[in-house]
């Protein structure tokens, strides 16, 4: 079989990806579909958006495998993310739960941050852009700490590699001023930015059901 692992608002019943993120040349493909067609055989294909897969990744085996009620926030180019409620993973009616990315915490706020800028953290000019960047982060986490109430809050993608990360970010929730009463445990994920590709494989297994 075969597992993708992509951005945007994906449809696993059908294997559509209504919306594709920065693969706007997939939009509205039958992705699954179209592979088996292409390879001229009736192959099992599964198509999970990459937060989900590494929300999924995180719960088989990673920083989540005990913990039903989880949020999972990727940070790359963008900013995605996941939620598992009640041990299940939450898509949505429409394929688009847990699209922390498209939550507005300023309207001028930029969408992504290269990862380089932590290693220029000795610049003030670099600082100031990077603890603005975090302090919206911050909010998004905020946000949807106090909507979903989960029992840990998972930090992946490939900035979150950055050591710098995680305090950055739990200051920045500090200075918020009713963090507080909400206060959740930040930790990083296990799978960093391979979570993707393990999770699509767990995903694959469990949804799919074929015998490895």
């Known amino acids: 079989g075969i597992a993708i692992s992509m951005p945007g608002f994906i449809d696993t019943k059908t294997q559509t990806a209504r919306t594709a993120g920065a693969l706007k040349f997939l939009a509205k493909q ?48 963008g900013m995605g993310g996941a939620l598992f409620l009640d041990g299940k993973l939450r898509r949505g009616k429409d394929w688009r739960a847990a699209e922390i990315g498209q939550m507005i915490v300023n309207y001028e706020a930029g969408e992504g941050l290269p990862s380089t800028l932590f290693q220029r953290l000795d610049d003030p000019r670099v600082r100031a852009i990077v603890e603005r960047w975090v302090h919206y982060i911050a909010v998004g986490i905020f946000n949807t700490v106090a909507t979903v109430d989960p029992e840990v809050v998972l930090i992946g993608g490939s900035i979150s590699r950055e050591p710098l990360l995680l305090p950055m970010i739990e200051d920045a929730l500090d200075s918020i001023r009713d963090w507080k009463p909400f206060k959740t445990a930040i930790k990083r994920c296990r799978h960093s930015g391979n979570a993707g590709l393990i999770g699509a494989y767990y995903a694959f297994m469990e949804e799919v059901g074929v015998n490895a």
């Open 30 to 77: 039958q992705i699954g579909v179209e592979l088996a067609a292409r390879l001229g055989q009736d192959i099992p294909t599964w198509l999970e958006n990459d937060a989900n897969c590494a929300a999924m990744a995180e719960k088989m085996s990673g920083n989540a495998q005990k913990i039903d009620d989880f949020v999972l926030v990727t940070l790359d180019t």
